[in-house]
Structures are given as C-alpha cells and as structure tokens.
C-alpha cells in the first residue's frame, strides 16, 4: 500500500510559477515510476509528467513540455512539479500517482492516487 499527498497548489496569475510536491509513504519509493496528471471541470484527467524510478527518464505531454519539469527526492519520498510561465489552460487539479513501469500515460496504468492538489491560473 502507497499513500501520496500533494501540496503546493494555488492561486497564481498567468507567467508565475508554482511548485508541487507528493510526498510518498513506504519504504519502496525508489522503485517506483511517478506521474503527474491535472484534471479540468468536465474534462477526463489528462497526463502531464512521468519521471523514472531512478530519476534518469522523464516524458511529459507536449503542452507542458519547457515550461514544466519533473523531479524526485529518493532522500525525501517526495516528487515534485515545477512548472513554470503557467497558462490559464493549465488550471485544473494535479495528481500524482504510482506506476511499475516508467513512460505509461493512461491513468489506468497507475494504481496508486493522491486526493489532488487545485492550481488555478487567472489570466
């Protein structure tokens, strides 16, 4: 059993930058693949990041890509989202979730969730 909790989410204006983290329960963090997905009102929850166990690999969805980045802390149990230069488009709750393997973007693919964290971009 894994329990994720985000925080880090908020009210910014469009260009900010925000930070999110997930902080991860258990002793077998490190062999995880992580992800971050953000779901909008009445829109299916969409993938954003995915970073490897090791923290070597990272994929992220085209729309966010050179604005967002992912990270880990194996130190900490904890991922991060720093996503920069944020768009209206971007509000929407962020999750981050667990997958056994690294590059996956459906949801199903993860079986692992947090409860969200709410980012919200006034433009």
């Known amino acids: 059993q894994v329990q994720l909790v985000e925080s880090g989410g908020g009210l910014v204006q469009a260009g900010d930058s925000l930070r999110l983290s997930c902080a991860a329960s258990?002793?077998?963090?490190?062999?995880?693949?992580m992800g971050w997905f953000r779901q909008a009102p009445g829109k299916e929850r969409e993938f954003v990041a995915t970073i490897s166990s090791t923290g070597r690999l990272t994929t992220y969805t085209d729309s966010v890509k050179d604005r967002f980045t992912i990270s880990r802390d194996t130190t900490k149990n904890t991922v991060y989202l720093q996503m920069n230069s944020l768009k209206p488009e971007d509000t929407a709750v962020y999750y981050c979730?667990?997958?056994?393997?690294?590059?996956?973007?459906?949801?199903?693919?993860?079986?692992?969730w947090g409860q969200g964290t709410q980012v919200t971009v006034s433009s």
């Open positions: 979730a667990v997958s056994q393997k690294f590059g996956l973007r459906g949801a199903e693919e993860y079986n692992y």
């Open positions: 258990g002793r077998t963090f490190s062999s995880y693949t």
